[in-house]
Structures are given as structure tokens and as C-alpha cells.
């Protein structure tokens, strides 16, 4: 692999986003096959993870919808071949008018708050719609991405549903299905099957659903020691309670997934040179040809991917501090052990298919990665390096 990759990196120049198709194939296979005795089920891919056309393509191929959180995201998914039917949008906090124009494209709407469900059903009663339930319950790895809590801004509130009810009775609109996200990483799967009892609860008030939609939050490992959210007793488990929901409901519902980071995180890896390495009274730095504006999770999460040096993959160890070009601190890795590093050698940072790229800027005007995908075993580039013409692209010059 260290092989391919730096003949990769030396043909397409760095820093560099490689993701490899065989591995978003073999997640969604081993999610679907832990669902296997679901009779309908729906995976619909998160496109904020990764959202590059080809990416979207591939999923396409293997049968997947897309889970869509702007309308820009449901564009996107309609070029890349997707039919309408196969989008779900799942937006926070956007205006009445962006749902209104996603609904004209025949794309699955899924409201989270009173105030515009009241309206749309007002406006469009024959429009069907999913509600977005907020469980409450505290399943997320970290505070920015546990969207389950009592004070998060995601969802309509459990404790709203007489509310909800009226809104739905009175303006006779169609509800086909409920959905939660509780949160980013799921731990434990005991509590997401206690946050799913609620969305049953809650979904035996609806008379004409369609599909009951699980959202997502499956957890990957990124460091040694870090619990991966096991998919195959998840699966087992939730399969028999929701067959036997089915059973009472009365009818055979679909049931929905959105993941994104299970699907694509393992997929991908960052690969950046190293410009300096510089020894300090206490610390030997590495620095990168890249910095936040490229790869922001570290500084934003406090998120440890794994750094390997595939040009020295077995030189002596040493401890090291993976440092970014950009004017602020911009840290990826304090003192960690990696391969003896030397000025111009090639670091490869793990898990970075998901929200990696799609979070990456121009900060200090620098140029955003390209991106290449490794599809049949050949590295196919997918997004060209942004040039100084993208930099200026939309700026306009006025005469001062
Ligand atoms: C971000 C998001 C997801 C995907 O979450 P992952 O942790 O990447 O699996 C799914 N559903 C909704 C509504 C989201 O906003």
C-alpha cells in the first residue's frame, strides 16, 4: 500500500486526498448484510462525508440513496444519476422556501421543527413528509456531535408530539415516516436500542408511515484502543425488534439508515510532504505542506488520526509533533512515535474519506487538495488542485 501511495503522491503532487472504492464497497456490503433479514431496507449515504461526484457515482452503483442535509447536496446527487425517490433531505434550520424548491424535485422532505412542519403542511397537505424526532438521549463520542440531548437544536422534541399530532390533524398532510440522528458515534448499542423504542412509541401514532429511519452515528476506530460500533449485533438485535414492530404496525415498513463516516472514513488517507522538520529545546516538529485549511478535524474535534511516514515506513522510531504551514497553531499530532522523518518525506494520515475534504478551505489562500480514487485497482484523480484562478474566481476588484 505505502508503495502505491507514494507513486501516487509523486504522479499527482501533495497534500493529496486517496480514496479506495474496494473499501466503501466492503462497508456497505458488510451494513447490508447485517440487515440481510430486513425485507426492505434503505442505506442512504450521508453526501456531507464525502461529497465528490465519483463518490456519489460509486454509491450509486451499488444500490445506495443519498441522505442530503442542502439543496446544493440533492443537485449534486441528481447529476450524479440519482432519481429523486432515492434522496432524502434532512436539513436544520433552513427556510420554508429551500424545502418548498426541494420538495418540486420529487426528493423525500424530513421537517425538525414545529414552525415550518405547520406551514408546508398548511401550503402542500399532499406533499408527504418524515418527521425528525429528538429522542433525547445522549449518544454521542463528543459534545459538538451528540444531537440527541434536551438542549440540542436537531429534531422535534418527544415531549412535542401532542403538538406535532394537532399540526398533523389539522392540516391533513401526509405523514410517511419518522427518523432520528442521534448523534455522531454510537458506543453503545444498548442505548441506541433505547433511543430506537422511542422512535416505535412515538411512530405507532402514525397511521400511513412508509419507512422509520434510523439515521446514523455507526462509530469507526481512529487510534489504537478506540471501539469500533459493532454493526453485526446491532443488526441482529434491532432486526428482530423491528420485524416484530412491523408485525404490530400491521404492515412491512422500510427500514433506513444515513450513515456516512462507516461508510467512506476507512477509505480514504491525507497524504502531505514534509517541508521542515525542526528541532526545538523541547520538541522536534514536522511540518507539512498542509495545515487546518486542509484537514480541520484535529483542531476542531480534537480528533487523532493515524500519522504513518510511507517513505520511511521502517526507519527508527522517534517522537515527533505533526504541525501544519498555516499562521496559527495548527496541530495534528503531539509528540507521537512515528518512522525516523526527513525533509520531503511523504506522511500519510488514516481515516480521512469523511469529513475531510468537504471541511477544507483556502484559509491563508492556499489552493485545496485534489483528490484521487482508487477504482479496479488504478488511481483515477477526481478533483483537480484548485489554481490561483480559483482563488480570484469570485472576487471583484474595485477601483480605490
Ligand atoms: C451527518 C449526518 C449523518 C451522518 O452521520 P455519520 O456520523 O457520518 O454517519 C446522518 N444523518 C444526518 C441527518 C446527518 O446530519
Given amino acids: 500500500m505505502s508503495e502505491q501511495l507514494l507513486k501516487i503522491a509523486s504522479k499527482f503532487g501533495s497534500p493529496l486526498y486517496v480514496y479506495d472504492s474496494e473499501t466503501i464497497i466492503n462497508q456497505y456490503n458488510r451494513l447490508t448484510k447485517a440487515f440481510s433479514k430486513v425485507k426492505n431496507l434503505k442505506v442512504n449515504y450521508a453526501v456531507k462525508a464525502l461529497s465528490n461526484i465519483s463518490i456519489l457515482k460509486l454509491f450509486k452503483s451499488l444500490g445506495s440513496g443519498l441522505d442530503t442535509v442542502s439543496i446544493q447536496e440533492v443537485q449534486l446527487g441528481l447529476k450524479a444519476g440519482f432519481n429523486p425517490e432515492d434522496i432524502i433531505y434532512t436539513p436544520n434550520g433552513v427556510s420554508l422556501e429551500e424545502i418548498e424548491n426541494v420538495a418540486k424535485l420529487g426528493v423525500q422532505i424530513n421537517i425538525d421543527n414545529l414552525s415550518i412542519l405547520e406551514q408546508f403542511g398548511t401550503k402542500h397537505p399532499n406533499i408527504p413528509v418524515c418527521i425528525r424526532i429528538n429522542p433525547h438521549v445522549m449518544a454521542g463520542g463528543n459534545t459538538n456531535i451528540s444531537v440527541g440531548h434536551i438542549d440540542s437544536k436537531f429534531g422535534i422534541s418527544i415531549h412535542q408530539i401532542p403538538l406535532l399530532l394537532r399540526i398533523v390533524e389539522n392540516t391533513k398532510m401526509n405523514i410517511n415516516g419518522i427518523h432520528m440522528h442521534t448523534g455522531s458515534d454510537i458506543l453503545d448499542i444498548d ?207 474595485i477601483s480605490i
Avoid at 414492530?245 to 480514504?268: D, I, M, R
Fill in 191 to 397: 442505548v441506541f436500542l433505547y433511543a430506537s423504542e422511542i422512535l416505535f412509541e412515538t411512530a405507532k401514532q402514525f397511521k400511513n408511515l412508509e419507512f422509520i429511519d434510523f439515521g446514523s452515528g455507526f462509530k469507526v476506530p481512529y487510534k489504537e484502543g478506540d471501539i469500533e460500533t459493532n454493526i453485526e449485533e446491532l443488526g441482529k438485535k434491532l432486526t428482530h425488534r423491528f420485524n416484530e414492530f412491523c408485525k404490530t404496525y400491521g404492515k412491512e415498513l422500510t427500514l433506513a439508515f444515513e450513515p456516512g463516516k462507516f461508510l467512506v472514513s476507512q477509505s480514504g488517507v491525507f497524504l502531505a510532504k514534509v517541508n521542515v522538520v525542526k528541532q526545538t529545546t523541547s520538541t522536534v516538529f514536522a511540518q507539512i505542506d498542509s495545515g487546518f485549511n486542509h484537514l480541520i478535524r484535529p483542531m476542531l474535534y480534537g480528533s487523532q488520526h493515524e500519522i504513518i511516514n510511507i517513505t520511511n515506513p521502517s526507519g527508527r522510531e522517534r517522537f515527533y509533533s505533526i504541525v501544519g504551514y498555516i499562521c496559527e497553531t495548527d496541530t495534528f499530532a503531539n509528540n507521537r512515535r512515528i518512522n525516523e522523518i526527513k525533509e520531503g518525506d511523504i506522511l500519510c494520515f488514516k481515516n480521512a474519506g469523511a469529513y475531510c475534504f468537504t471541511m477544507a478551505s483556502n484559509y491563508n489562500s492556499r489552493y485545496r487538495p485534489a483528490e484521487v480514487l482508487i477504482h479496479n485497482g488504478k488511481p483515477n484523480l477526481i478533483r483537480k488542485r484548485e489554481t490561483f484562478e480559483d482563488i480570484l474566481q469570485n472576487q471583484v476588484e
